[in-house]
Structures are given as C-alpha cells and as structure tokens.
C-alpha cells in the first residue's frame, strides 16, 4: 500500500509516534484506520497519535481514534494524542470527551514523557540508528 | 532505223529528266519505285520493268518493284547475290545483256513462263555503294544495244540516286514518327504521372486518374476497387462508366470475378473477349463490356486494390496500354497508402488528444472554469502541449499547464504520460512544488534528453488563495475583477528534465471575487517575428476587461492573438473565474465521502462573504459537515445519490439545511452520536427531522458569538 501522504510514522524514545496532518474527514478516515491498524507492534508499550498539524477532525476522525484507544488497551497498550492547547480540534476532541480515554498533551514530548513514565523498564527499546 | 533512234533518244532525255525530277524527292520509297518503273518504260521500249533491292544483310536481292513481272514481288523471292542474272549483275557491278533468254543459263524461271526474249539489267549504284538491280526485257528477239545498256545504266544511276534519296527519307520519317510516338507516350504518361495530381484530395485524385485512363486508352469504363481491411473483399471507391456501381456500393470476394483474380493473382489481367474468357462477374456482362484489362494497386509488394478498364468493342491491349494502366494503378497506390496513413494519423492524433485532454471540466460553486486546446495548423505534427483540472481530494481546484518540448508522436505520448503522473501525484495530495519535482524525476526516467515546462496551481476556492509552483513556464496572468491584469511574479526555474534535483519554490498568490487566472502556453504569446515580451504585452491589453465566462475568454484569446492564421505550435489555454456566491447558497453534491470537502471549502467561501470570522467559519463547517457526512451514509439507494445544502443568512443568522433523500438507518454505534454532539455543541441550533423518503438537518448559529471553547 502506497504511504498516505498526510500520514508519516516516527519513533521517539522507543515509542512509536503516528504524524498526521491536514484535513481529516470522513473520506480519509477509513485509510487513517486501516494504516493505524498496522502502527502497533505486540511488544510496543502504546501509541502517541501527533495531532499538531490536524487542521480539520470530523466525528470520523474522532471515532477512529475511539476505535484505536479501544483496541490498544484490549492489548493492555497505550494511546495518547498530541493536540495543541489552541486549537479547532482540540475544541472538537473535548466536545466528544476523548480525553475520558485518550490523555491529551499540548506537545509531542510531554507525550513522549507521560509514555515513557508509564511504560515498565524491560519495555525500553532503543531508537533504530537512523531514525 | 534513225529516226527510231532519233525518237528513241529524244525520249530518253526527256524521260531521264523525268526520272532525276525533283518532284520524286518527296516520295516514299514504294511510291518512287512504281513512278520508276513507269518513267523507265518512257525512256527505252520494253515489256518488262523490275527494281530489287539489296537486302539489309546485303547478300540477296529482293524484288520491290515489277511491271509485267508483279509475281516476282508477289512470291516474294530471294536472290543470292552472285547468282542468277539479277544476282550477277549485282555481284560484278556492271550491266549485263541477255540476248537469249531461252539459251542462258540459271535464269528465273519465271523470265521463261513470261515468254521474254531478251534482257538488259544494270547495277543501281550510289557512290559505288550497290543499291540493287534494275532490269528491263522485251518479249520480241530484238537484242538490247549498248546505248541501250548505256541509258539504262543513266536511268539505274538517277534512279539510285533517288532511291537512296527515299531510303533517307523514309529513314527520316520513320524516325519522326518514332519521336512522336514516344512524345505521345510521353504525353500519356505525364497526364498520369502529373504533379498537379497531387495536391488533390484521394477521391478527387481517384476520379481524376480515372478519367484520364478513359481518355488515353479510350475505353469505356474505368474502375477503382480497394481491398477492405479483412483482405477478402474488394469495394469499389472510384468509377468511371461504372458509377451505378458505386452507388451500389459493389463487392466482390478476392479470386471471385475479374477484379477478384487480379487481385489474387497480384498481376496484371488482360481479356480480349469477355465470352471467351472464363469470368462470370455478372456486371461487367450487363454492362456490354467485350474487352478488359485490370491491373492489381501494390505498394511494397502489398495488394491494396485492383484498376480496372474496359471497353465496348473488342480490342487488343497492348503491353504499352497494360504499362500505361500500371503507371496509373502505382500512382494511385501511392496515393491511396499516403491518404490512408494521413487518415490513421489523424485518427490516432484524435484518440490522443481526446485521451490527453480531460473529458469534462471541474464544477464548483464559485469557481468557474474554462479551456481550450488548439492543434498546430494543418499539416503541422502532433504538439505536447496540455491542460488539466480537476477538483482534489480536499475540495481544491488542481489546475495544470505543460509543453513537452518537440513535436510528434512521441512528444504527444510523453505528454500524455506526464498529464496522467502529475493527475496521479496530485490527487494523492501531494503540493505543487512536490509535484513538480517527482514529474521531474519522471520525465528524467521515461526519456533522458527531453524536457518540458509546466506549471500547477492549486486553487482553494474557500480563500481564493493560489499556491502555484513553476517548471519555466511562462507566468500566469492574474486580471482582477477592476484594474489591469497583472502576471504572477514567479521566480526563474529550470524546464522540467534538465537538472537532477531542481527545486521549485511555491509562490502563492490571492485571486479575489471576479479575478481570472489565466494559464497557457507559449503557442499563444509567441508569434514569428515578435520577441517574446511584445507578445506577453499583447496579452496583457487583450486579457483586460475579460469577458466574465472564461470559456468565453478562452475563445476571445484564440480570435484576438492567434486569428484565423493557421499556427505553427499547438495552444492551451486554462482560465479560472472566482465568483462571488449567491447570498442564498445552495447546492446539489454527490453523496459520496469526496463531497464533504468541496461542501467545506464552498461553505467557507460563502461564509467569509457573510462577514463570519475565520474560528466561527471553521466550527460552522465542522458542524454543518457532519450533517453532510449523515446525508452521505444515507445514500445507499443510488436512485437518487444526492444531497442538497443551502445556506442563507437571516439578519445576524446563519441557517444551514442539509438534505438526502436516502433511507434512514439507525445509527451505528456512537459514530453519528458524536456527531450529533458536536452539531450541537458547534451550533445554536440543531434540528433533525426524519421521513421515511430522507431527512432534512437544519442548523442555525448567530454570527459574532463568542467560539465555543
């Protein structure tokens, strides 16, 4: 499958990061589920999904996020989002109560730090080389 | 005794004069010798008069002439020369007399049967050159004198002289005649190999060789078959004589009839009488033709049809006819292949230019768009000029413009490539200047060494903002609703395919209500003996005060820079109009996912011309969007896979109503419960209502409310 070009994968501190950007609306988010989906490795301790360059969620962007916080804590993993304190989407998520499943944070390594402080130390996996 | 001599001489010189008359000079070589034979018998008294005349071999004589000896021409005899008395007289070069003819030796029998006595025969003799013999003899036993040998040696030498004298005549003559057969042959041929010919059109031409071939071989009727593209059938394309025919549309199957035999034989066939021959090709009998000749159209050892004639009386063609009837079936071979390639051309030139331009042009509320593409003159190749636009993912408007440098084929077949890569490249969302530089990589893949300028601009209709990136192509012009247009400052750029890693820098620009953005390509500003800034300016006077259809625009520019002249290059021209929406918004969208894009961007734009600030127009979007995604997965029944928005603006209200018509279904899940909460939490005001032929959301905020968070 080709890479969605609004989409890219980081790793930060041993956690995987998923970077989107644009507008994410109800013809995006099937691909934006799909390719979550995939995010995820068994041994990963969670997900941080970086919101930051989001300048449009609609209710199926919230749900896909739902969705995945669902299925990372049936696997007893993580999900925290990035999610700038001034913005629409931020408006959006409070509105539909995401933060009651998913932690919110202003900017990717208050994530990374929140992560990292929950994750037990025998989950610590080195950054690959070039990333 | 005397006076017989006397009289006898007398005569002799008036008939020596009579035999070197001028008047002989200007007869043909029978003619002269049966005036000889007369005039010789004028001039000394005998019974019998004979001319023979060395063969070309020189070694036998043969009888031309006689009088009272006609059945030695007649038999057509040979005579050696050296034998016989006329053989003799030839080998030795001297008169001979005969006193006996009954007592002589190897004599002509035919001397005998006549009953001659006596003989007297002289050698004909020019410049010591031997003619031939001619000889005189008398029934009677009267013996021939030596003045008698003397005269008739004087006769035999003026009759030499004349008789070579029509030997060049006649040689002259027939050389004459000769020149003017190969001139009328020549005359024939030109009227079939006529350069004039050429510039007619194939039907035009047909006809014309047709006709001609009628004339010169006079025939009655004239015919083209060609070969259908199954090689099974011949049809007939052009008639002479024949033209019933080719309002029947006459066919007939290769080895059937006498086309069909041409045809598969591949040679020339010629009938000399059609109830002899063993043809059964009903149309030609009903049409009374006796004689036929057909020779098969090849180019390159490929049978493409059949010329055929024929003609009403028996005749005998000749191999010159047949020669002739083949000249005219290559030039119309050579034509008919020219013509049909032209004709495939065309049509694959066709097929990519319909393939190559978009089939429709993007529709949107506020945005209107415009375009044209026109071919390089007649008999110019094929160009590698493009236009494309089409509406993105995210509702924008891709707007592209490109010249693959170089003519032909191969240039339109790039183009084409590179018109479906930047389709593709930029419905995946990916940005001008991003786009510009992977078509780069893509063209430097395809085919090293070409190059092409280009140019994409994305339009956002909600704030008529222009973000465009530039390969060295001439810059779009911007005319505003008032005021002079203007072009897009772009910064210099190499043509695509050049450099490895360019870099296209994206400039953006704003268009604002009633602004046209006009993109084309250099075909339209570059015109011979003009530099390219006279023509820029051109442009720039022309553009001003743009009609506001910019299809219209695209016409006025093709009528105003380029006219009727026919153009070396190939054009295209892109125009966008942004318009100011109706205050009462209302539009119809397909009721699919790509929609809700188009119905944000659209709203947008009606929203800041409402005067909404930029936060509250992004909540009223979010929330209005989620009606839309609602009436979207209502559209199950594609009877009617639409949904209409209308957007209006009461006082400081805005009311938006989204409606389907699709079936209801309950919800699933808490997807269209979140939804719902944030219409409400967006919005003043959410009113749902639900019927079993659709549902209608209807949304109201008041404009200048705090936002919501």
Redesign the interface.
Known sequence: MTPLPYLRFERHDGIPVVLLDGEIDIAKAPDVRAELAGAVANEDFGLIVDLSEVTYLDSSGVTVLFELADRLHSRQQELAAVVPSDALIRRVLELVNLETVVPLHSDLTEAVAHLRALAPDDSEVPDPPLA | MTSARVEGSGRGLRGLQRVTDAALSHLSLDDLLQELLERVTEVIEVDTVAILLLSDDGRALEPRAAKGLEEEVERGVRIPVGQGFAGRIAAEGRPVIVDDVEQAELVNPLFREKGLHTLLGVPLLVEGQSLGVLHVGRLESRPFSADEANLLQHVGDRAAMAISHAHLYDAERQARELAEASLERLARLQRITDAALAHLALDDLLDELLQRMKEILHVDTAAILLLEDDGRTLEARAAKGLEEWLERGFRIPVGRGFAGRIASQRRAVVIDDVDQADIRDPLLRDRGLRSLMGVPLLVSGEVLGVLHVGSLESRNFSHEDADLLQLAADRSAMAIRAARRFEQEHEVAKTLQSSLLPAALPEMPGVTVGARYLPAGVGAQLGGDWYDAFQL??GKLGLVIGDVVGHGLSAAALMGQLRNAVRAYAL???APGDVAERINRLLRELERGRSATFLYAVLDPDCDEVVIASAAHPPPLLAPADGEPRFVELPASVPLGVTRRPSYTEVTDKLGTGATLLLYTDGLVERRGEDLQQGLSRLQQVAANPPEDPQELCDMLQEEMLGHTASADDTALLAVRSMALDERLRMLLPAE??S??TF?RVLGRWLSQAGAAS?ES??IK?AC??AC?NA?EHAYSPARAVFEVEAVRDDGDVTVTVRDWGQWRAQR????G??L??MK??MDNVDVRQTPHGSTVRLTRKLGRQ???
């Open positions: 993912p995210d995946e969302g990916a996912p790509e809700a894009a944000r936060a992004d909540e979010l969007s989620e995604a979207i899940g808490e997807f269209r979140r939804g909460l944030l939490g967006l936002a919501v968070a």
